[in-house]
C-alpha cells in the first residue's frame, strides 16, 4: 500500500475528536458522500504528482541556468584576460 494510500486510509478511519467539526456538525458530515471524497483524493493526488512534476523541471532549468551563467562568467574572465594582455603588448 502507498503512502498515499495509508495516509488516506488512516485520514477516513481515525475517530474523530469530540470536539471535532463532525460532531459539531453532523449533518454537514453527510453532504460529503465516499465517492465524492474519493474523487477530492484523487485530484489532490494528480494536482501533487503535476507540483512534484512542476519542481523537477525547476531545478532542472536552475542548474541549466547555473551551468550557462558559469560559462559565461568563464568566457567574460578569458576576454577579460585577453583584452588585459592585448593592452600589456600595446603599451609595452
Excluded at 16 to 45: C, G, N, V, W
Excluded at 50 to 78: A, Y
Aim: net charge negative; charged share 35%.
Amino acid at each position: 500500500m502507498s503512502d498515499d494510500e495509508m495516509s488516506e486510509k488512516s485520514f477516513l478511519s481515525r475517530d474523530p475528536k469530540p470536539d471535532s467539526d463532525t460532531e459539531k456538525y453532523p449533518a454537514m458530515a453527510s453532504h460529503f458522500p465516499q465517492d465524492l471524497l474519493m474523487e477530492h483524493i484523487q485530484e489532490i493526488r494528480t494536482l501533487r504528482k503535476h507540483l512534484e512534476e512542476s519542481i523537477k523541471t525547476n531545478e532542472k532549468l536552475r542548474k541549466q541556468l547555473e551551468r550557462q551563467g558559469s560559462e559565461t562568467d568563464q568566457g567574460n574572465l578569458i576576454n577579460l584576460s585577453s583584452y588585459a594582455k592585448h593592452e600589456k603588448e600595446i603599451h609595452a
